[in-house]
């Protein structure tokens, strides 16, 4: 099988719009001929990623208790250490959680993506794309008693995402439909950065990945975007290289029970760019069917910097895409606008020189 995604760049998720709306016509103007899917930008209060879900989700349920909240000075956590701190009440043995807030924002972003797409703001083709944090990074604030909370958590997360994953291809065509999982609190906990988690981080990834992933219909595209995250600032844990990437990659595709039509996985900073060790895990992928984007973006440098980190990939891995590191909407600079135009520039510009090195010939 060939992948069904060939596209030169993946939007991440977020977008530094201040709407929906200016977030999909947006992305249809600037991104509609080099992309395969538009996320909605996640604005709002999701532009706190998993923030959304320790306040829309979690902290609401009536079996749990917010044991502490450490405040920023701006009333605005700056980090993952000033974040609520929950605990599942005494004598609580299961949870259940009615529906999802986040698949409720979905379809109403679809319906809108439809009406745009049919006044012909976004190009005919591109299907809408929908960002779904894997359980540990949705459950991250389970830090009182990680050990006995987490495990009836996510017991019931699960439940949850079987039931709104069909609700949500129920509403959402599957040919229209991109899910991306995005993994980053499980990447963490595997680098052994997380103060409060416990034994078994490699099966709070794998786990999921073999019960949930299958459940997406195959007509849906599917996609995993695997990131050291960007709160308060990227990355929050610098790796050393990019084997632990390659090494969930390789799981994940080859234990999804479905086909994976992308992954995305977060490149180095800016000093590494030329770092070859950094880089050669790459050859060590083992996903003949999956298209790979690369997370090299980086708008410190500019084109020249992304061309010195495609130069060193390509060393390892012949053929990908490239993105970037995370998404982009809780980083906008001093215009959103001119963040995207810019993000634009930098990807085409790459492309351009590859079409042009083709002509040229070695």
Request: charged residues 25%.
């Given at each position: 099988?060939?992948?069904?995604?060939?596209?030169?760049?993946l939007?991440?998720g977020?977008?530094?719009?201040?709407?929906?709306e200016?977030?999909?016509?947006?992305?249809?103007?600037?991104?509609?001929?080099m992309?395969?899917?538009?996320?909605?930008?996640e604005?709002?209060?999701?532009?706190?990623w998993?923030?959304?879900?320790?306040?829309?989700?979690?902290?609401p349920?009536?079996?749990?208790?917010t044991?502490?909240?450490?405040?920023?000075?701006?009333?605005?956590?700056?980090?993952?250490y000033e974040?609520?701190?929950?605990?599942?009440?005494?004598?609580?043995?299961?949870l259940?959680w009615?529906?999802w807030?986040?698949i409720?924002?979905?379809?109403?972003?679809?319906?809108?993506?439809?009406?745009?797409?049919?006044?012909?703001?976004?190009?005919?083709?591109?299907r809408?794309?929908?960002?779904?944090?894997?359980?540990?990074?949705?459950l991250?604030?389970?830090?009182?008693?990680?050990?006995?909370d987490?495990?009836?958590?996510?017991r019931?997360?699960?439940d949850?995402?079987?039931r709104e994953?069909?609700?949500?291809t129920?509403e959402?065509?599957?040919?229209?439909?991109?899910?991306q999982?995005?993994?980053?609190?499980?990447?963490?906990d595997?680098?052994?950065?997380?103060?409060?988690?416990?034994?078994?981080?490699?099966?709070?990834?794998?786990?999921?990945?073999?019960?949930?992933?299958?459940?997406v219909?195959?007509?849906?595209l599917?996609?995993?975007?695997?990131c050291?995250?960007?709160?308060?600032?990227w990355?929050?844990?610098?790796?050393?290289?990019?084997?632990?990437?390659?090494?969930m990659?390789?799981?994940?595709?080859?234990?999804?029970?479905?086909?994976?039509?992308?992954?995305?996985?977060?490149?180095?900073?800016?000093l590494?760019?030329e770092?070859?060790?950094?880089?050669?895990?790459?050859?060590?992928?083992?996903?003949?069917?999956?298209?790979?984007?690369?997370g090299?973006?980086?708008?410190l440098d500019?084109?020249p910097?992304?061309?010195?980190?495609?130069a060193?990939?390509?060393q390892?891995?012949?053929?990908?895409?490239?993105?970037?590191?995370?998404?982009?909407?809780?980083?906008?600079?001093?215009?959103?606008?001119?963040?995207?135009r810019e993000?634009?520039r930098?990807?085409?510009a790459?492309?351009?020189?590859?079409?042009?090195?083709?002509?040229?010939?070695?």
């Amino acid at each position: 099988m060939s992948s069904r995604v060939r596209s030169d760049l993946l939007l991440v998720g977020s977008l530094p719009a201040d709407s929906t709306e200016t977030a999909l016509r947006a992305a249809g103007e600037l991104f509609g001929d080099m992309v395969f899917a538009l996320p909605d930008g996640e604005t709002g209060p999701r532009a706190a990623w998993v923030g959304y879900e320790r306040e829309r989700l979690v902290r609401p349920h009536p079996d749990v208790e917010t044991v502490a909240v450490t405040e920023s000075p701006t009333g605005i956590p700056r980090h993952a250490y000033e974040t609520p701190i929950f605990r599942i009440r005494d004598g609580v043995t299961d949870l259940r959680w009615d529906s999802w807030p986040r698949i409720d924002d979905a379809i109403a972003s679809y319906r809108l993506f439809r009406a745009l797409r049919d006044q012909s703001a976004i190009p005919d083709g591109l299907r809408f794309q929908v960002g779904l944090p894997f359980p540990a990074s949705a459950l991250n604030g389970f830090k009182a008693n990680f050990g006995a909370d987490y495990p009836v958590a996510e017991r019931a997360f699960a439940d949850l995402v079987r039931r709104e994953l069909e609700r949500l291809t129920s509403e959402i065509p599957p040919k229209d439909l991109a899910i991306q999982w995005d993994v980053c609190y499980e990447v963490l906990d595997l680098e052994g950065v997380l103060a409060w988690t416990s034994d078994g981080a490699w099966e709070r990834f794998t786990g999921p990945v073999a019960s949930l992933t299958h459940l997406v219909p195959e007509d849906v595209l599917l996609g995993y975007h695997f990131c050291y995250g960007t709160f308060p600032e990227w990355p929050m844990y610098e790796a050393r290289d990019m084997s632990l990437l390659v090494r969930m990659a390789n799981h994940a595709v080859a234990q999804s029970g479905r086909a994976v039509d992308w992954v995305h996985m977060a490149g180095p900073r800016y000093l590494r760019s030329e770092d070859e060790s950094f880089f050669r895990p790459l050859s060590d992928l083992n996903t003949p069917d999956t298209r790979v984007y690369l997370g090299i973006v980086l708008p410190l440098d500019g084109i020249p910097g992304l061309k010195r980190r495609h130069a060193t990939a390509s060393q390892y891995l012949s053929d990908f895409g490239v993105a970037m590191y995370c998404g982009f909407g809780r980083q906008p600079g001093a215009n959103g606008m001119e963040t995207m135009r810019e993000h634009r520039r930098m990807a085409r510009a790459l492309r351009d020189s590859d079409m042009k090195e083709e002509r040229n010939g070695p």
